[in-house]
């Protein structure tokens, strides 16, 4: 018991004395934190299926007092399968939220784009260092989307959008590593914050509906479809798009990076206008989804991203 505790002590020592605000130069062998995060998610996703989704999501779809029934047979067994996928997700999306926020909320560059170009000091893109604590975020955000291409061919409910969201999650992780590795991680960082705030309020509708509550998976998205205009159809393009299309050039040294800076900005911006795609594509699906539950007079039909039925599911 006492080596337990001086493991913990030597543990909590080693952590204050980490200083998340010491900046340096983003390198690509940051990532070999990768491996260790891609290998966390799907082990917390493993317990937290085991012991907590699976109990709550019987509670919730079968009602108090009904955990035990029988949920074998093919409708009850996807049910459960979807709400836990989705409680997951939920979580991750939220905790991805909380954690870009925090570290990004006190930057001149959260409210101001110009400043994603600019400082430390008199530091301009490319040369920019970055603190730690920004660092860290972008491990976790790559380790799970790394984690995602496989638990998509592996773990999930196989969707009609099986394709899509491959080629999503695929180059989600090529976008977080090259916006690290050619120092557009600010920019990055507030990317991120943008789309996970949307994807909170579409796992919480997915929940709501498979557990039968329809007045609260109608608002949930409600607040999703607002949060996707907002965010991903209006600030995304006219603000963050604008600014690395347009702001960036203002302050590169064209003399002291007249390869690099071209390269960096070409190949960066060409994945951030092939993301603006895919989310006008999206917005296509969602637009059917809102006029359906319009015409439903407020009930939510089916999932967003609806389920393929010719197609199989994998097991968990």
Request: with cysteine.
């Amino acid at each position: 018991m006492m080596k337990v505790m001086g493991w913990i002590e030597e543990l909590v020592l080693f952590s204050s004395s980490i200083d998340l605000h010491n900046e340096s130069y983003p390198h690509y062998h940051d990532f070999i934190l990768l491996p260790f995060f891609a290998l966390f998610f799907p082990s917390v996703r493993f317990l937290l299926d085991t012991f907590i989704f699976e109990k709550v999501a019987k509670r919730l779809i079968f009602g108090k007092g009904n955990e035990m029934l029988d949920f074998q047979t093919d409708e009850r067994r996807k049910k459960i399968k979807k709400f836990k996928e989705s409680a997951w997700k939920c979580l991750y999306f939220l905790s991805a939220e909380i954690l870009a926020l925090s570290v990004t909320y006190d930057e001149p560059w959260f409210t101001n784009t110009s400043h994603f170009w600019v400082g430390p000091g008199t530091q301009l893109w490319p040369d920019q260092k970055i603190k730690l604590k920004l660092k860290l975020v972008y491990m976790y955000a790559a380790g799970f989307y790394t984690y995602s291409i496989f638990a998509l061919i592996f773990w999930e409910t196989r969707r009609s959008d099986f394709g899509v969201s491959m080629g999503h999650h695929v180059a989600t992780v090529i976008l977080i590593v090259l916006s690290y590795i050619f120092r557009f991680a600010r920019v990055g960082s507030v990317v991120l914050a943008i789309h996970d705030a949307s994807d909170v309020f579409l796992e919480i509708g997915k929940m709501s509906k498979y557990s039968g509550a329809e007045t609260m998976a109608s608002f949930a998205f409600i607040l999703f479809v607002l949060s996707w205009i907002i965010l991903r159809l209006i600030y995304y393009p006219f603000w963050i798009l604008w600014s690395t299309s347009y702001e960036v050039l203002l302050t590169l040294d064209k003399e002291k990076h007249p390869r690099d800076g071209p390269i960096y900005y070409y190949v960066f911006n060409s994945l951030l206008y092939c993301l603006l795609v895919l989310h006008i594509y999206w917005w296509v699906l969602i637009f059917r989804m809102l006029v359906k539950q319009i015409q439903a007079r407020g009930k939510l039909s089916e999932d967003v991203r609806s389920d393929s039925d010719s197609e199989d599911e994998h097991e968990d």
